[in-house]
C-alpha cells in the first residue's frame, strides 16, 4: 500500500468516513480479531494479516513496541495486556495516522499506550529498551529489511522477544512471478528460508516461521517469532 493511499485512509477515518483499507475481509484485517473487545471504528483501519498480540504472548508490566501501528488496534490490545504497569508504544511514520491512533486511545481511555513518529528501519527508541516487538504485515514492505531487524534486535533488551505477524513468499516463487505479480508486497515479500538468514544475521535466535493461511498466489501469512539471546526467555 502506498504511503498516499495509507494517509488518505487515516484522513477519511478522522473525518468520520469508511476508511477503506480492506480489500479481502476472508483473509486480511479484522477477521484475525474475532472475540477481541475492540470498537469498530478502531478495526476497520487495520489492514494485518494476522493477530501479533495473540503471537507474542504478552506479559504484565512489559513494554512492547509496535512497528506501524496504523489506527493503534494492536497498540491498544498489547496496553491491556500488559496493564497499568506495562507500556505499549506504536510508530508509525503518517501523521494523519499516528492523530488516529491517539484519538482511539484516549476514547478507548487507554493511559498505558503512546503513540510516536518515525520509521521502522530507524526506531527513535534507546537500545535495549523494550521486551517485546511486535508488527501486523508492515516489515514485508520494507525497502531496507536488514535494516529493520538490525534494529529490532538493537531495541529488545537480553532475553526480549518478537513476535510478528507478515506476508512471506512460497520458496517456489520466481523472479519473473514477482515481477508480473499485482499484489503490492509481491515484488519485497521475503522466503521463510530469507527470513530466518535476515533474523539470523541480526543476531536473533530460536527463529520460527510458521504459515497460517494463504493471502494470495504463493503468498502466505506467517508468524514470525525469535529472542534476542543473553536474558531468561533465550536459549
Do not use: Q, W
Not at 62 to 87: F, I, N
Not at 154 to 159: D, E, S
Not at 188 to 210: C, F, K, N, P
Amino acid at each position: 500500500m502506498s504511503l498516499d493511499r495509507y494517509a488518505d485512509a487515516a484522513r477519511r477515518a478522522l473525518a468520520g468516513e469508511n476508511a477503506g483499507l480492506i480489500a479481502d475481509t476472508e483473509r486480511l484485517g479484522a477477521v484475525h480479531y474475532a472475540g477481541e473487545d475492540v470498537p469498530a471504528e478502531v478495526t476497520a483501519t487495520s489492514i494485518g494479516c494476522g493477530n501479533p498480540v495473540a503471537v507474542a504472548d504478552l506479559r504484565p508490566g512489559e513494554t512492547v513496541l509496535d512497528l506501524g501501528s496504523g489506527g493503534g488496534l494492536d497498540v491498544l490490545l498489547s496496553a491491556r495486556r500488559v496493564g497499568p504497569a506495562g507500556r505499549a508504544i506504536g510508530l508509525d511514520v503518517t501523521d494523519d495516522m499516528l492523530t488516529l491512533a491517539r484519538r482511539h486511545a484516549e476514547r478507548a481511555g487507554v493511559t498505558n499506550a503512546e503513540f510516536v513518529h518515525g520509521t521502522i528501519e530507524r526506531i527513535p527508541l534507546p537500545d535495549a529498551s523494550v521486551d517485546v516487538v511486535i508488527s501486523n504485515c508492515v516489515i514485508t514492505l520494507s525497502p531496507d529489511k536488514p535494516a529493520v531487524f538490525a534494529e529490532i534486535a538493537r531495541v529488545l533488551r537480553p532475553g526480549g522477544r518478537l513476535g510478528i505477524t507478515d506476508i512471506v513468499a512460497a520458496g517456489t516463487l520466481t523472479d519473473a512471478e514477482r515481477a508480473a505479480g499485482t499484489a503490492e508486497c509481491l515484488g519485497d515479500a521475503l522466503t521463510a528460508e530469507r527470513y530466518r538468514s535476515l533474523l539470523r544475521d541480526a543476531g536473533l535466535a530460536s527463529i520460527e516461521v510458521r504459515f497460517t493461511h494463504e493471502v494470495g498466489g504463493k503468498l502466505h501469512s506467517a508468524i514470525i517469532r525469535a529472542v534476542r539471546p543473553g536474558g531468561a526467555g533465550a536459549s
